[in-house]
């Protein structure tokens, strides 16, 4: 037998308050007097001292290109040779990733004006990003990757140890500069 939902709350409704126990009556409510109060101002509370003051959050050491700079050499505590020794295979690297920025960039443009064309089925747009936009992203993350597991190859447990008390955020900061506009 099937009975519509509201009917069925309906009967659990009744169900329980056959069986809830009759509430006590309330005494009547004194009639209330008219209310004439003041306002009275609160003090707004002061934070402790160690609350209040602002926290800086710490600034990302700037790495960009550290393999071509001797201060971000000497604050990671490699030496300039150590950079050196890295620097062509990173400036390798560094310019295929640019390489891809910039095609990337070009693929985005291209992507919009596709998108405000609304000749353009939505199925051509997907198929170019599909085949150009994720290609170029795939591209610019393997090219980091590819750089930061080289130079944790590169360096002794000794020069890891050490890159990583000066930054512990060495391997997930941003390494490769940004390439220029081509326009």
């Keep these: ?41 609160r003090a707004t509370p002061t934070p402790p001292a160690s609350l209040s003051t602002p926290v800086k959050p710490t600034a990302a050491p700037d790495i960009l290109g550290w393999w071509d700079r001797p201060a971000a050499l000497a604050e990671l505590g490699l030496t300039p040779a150590e950079g050196a020794a890295m620097a062509a295979q990173l400036g390798k690297l560094e310019r295929a990733y640019q390489t891809a920025q910039r095609q990337l960039r070009q693929v985005r443009r291209t992507q919009m004006l596709m998108l405000e064309d609304p000749k353009v089925p939505g199925a051509d747009i997907k198929r170019f990003n599909q085949r150009n936009l994720q290609f170029l992203l795939s591209t610019m993350l393997d090219q980091n990757i590819a750089a930061r597991l080289w130079v944790r190859e590169q360096l002794s447990a000794e020069q890891r140890a050490r890159v990583l008390q000066r930054s512990p955020r060495f391997f997930g900061l941003r390494w490769f500069r940004a390439a220029e506009q081509s326009e």
């Design 1 to 41: 037998m099937r009975y519509p939902y509201a009917q069925l709350l309906s009967l659990a409704a009744l169900l329980c308050a056959a069986c809830a126990p009759e509430a006590p009556t309330p005494p009547p409510a004194p009639a209330p007097a008219p209310v004439v109060a003041e306002v009275a101002i």
